[in-house]
């Protein structure tokens, strides 16, 4: 078999093309071991040929910032550096160099390339929820749920789409707590200005 192969879980020898995407177990040729194989349609994939940059062959044609010798193909969306088609990276119709990319990763600058995002959303109603258990600290943690609220509204929020419902009842329940502790201590100084 000229390109991947598939190997046997516990023998380790190759099967053969005939055991893949089979509904039922079948016995290993070699060690008779009951396998199933399933493959993704692109493990028997060619792989694309790679770019190769282009040598510079007259004079007064642009150079590559990265690769002199190579012809520049194209400037980066980034920085506007002359890049070769070696140092072009392209991602979502805008060419990059790779330091653009990797600075942009850094700081989070590409959606693109994110896998993972802060949920504000639900740290503020975890912060009003859980702690009324222990109400005393809901003095604390009531604020501190409204100010995470408002700070987390505009930032962009999972990377699976969710609705704005759980910073609604954060600043919902927060307030409600808020409320809570303004009418007891007026409540308090009320009755200690009544007493004296």
């Not at 995002?117 to 222990?134: E, K, N, Q, V, W």
Request: net charge positive; glycine share 8%; aromatic share 10%.
């Amino acid at each position: 078999m000229n390109g991947p192969s598939v190997l046997c879980t516990k023998c380790h020898s190759t099967l053969p093309p005939d055991f893949f995407q089979r509904t039922e177990l079948a016995a290993c040729p070699a060690c008779e071991a009951l396998i199933q194989v399933e493959v993704f349609p692109a493990l028997f994939k060619p792989i694309a040929v790679g770019k190769f940059g282009e040598t510079i062959m007259m004079d007064g044609e642009a150079g590559c910032f990265y690769h002199p010798q190579k012809r520049a193909v194209v400037p980066c969306g980034g920085c506007g550096r002359f890049l070769c088609a070696l140092c072009d990276v392209e991602l979502n119709d805008q060419h990059l160099c790779p330091v653009c990319l990797e600075t942009g990763r850094q700081k989070g600058k590409l959606p693109q390339l994110e896998n993972k995002r802060t949920l504000f959303d639900s740290a503020a109603l975890s912060l009003a929820l859980l702690p009324i258990i222990m109400w005393p600290i809901t003095f604390m943690t009531a604020p501190a749920a409204i100010i995470l609220a408002i700070y987390g509204w505009n930032k962009p929020s999972s990377l699976l789409p969710r609705t704005r419902i759980r910073i609604y009842l954060a600043i919902l329940f927060a307030g409600l707590q808020i409320a809570g502790w303004v009418l007891l201590f007026t409540g308090v100084f009320s009755g200690l200005f009544r007493s004296s």
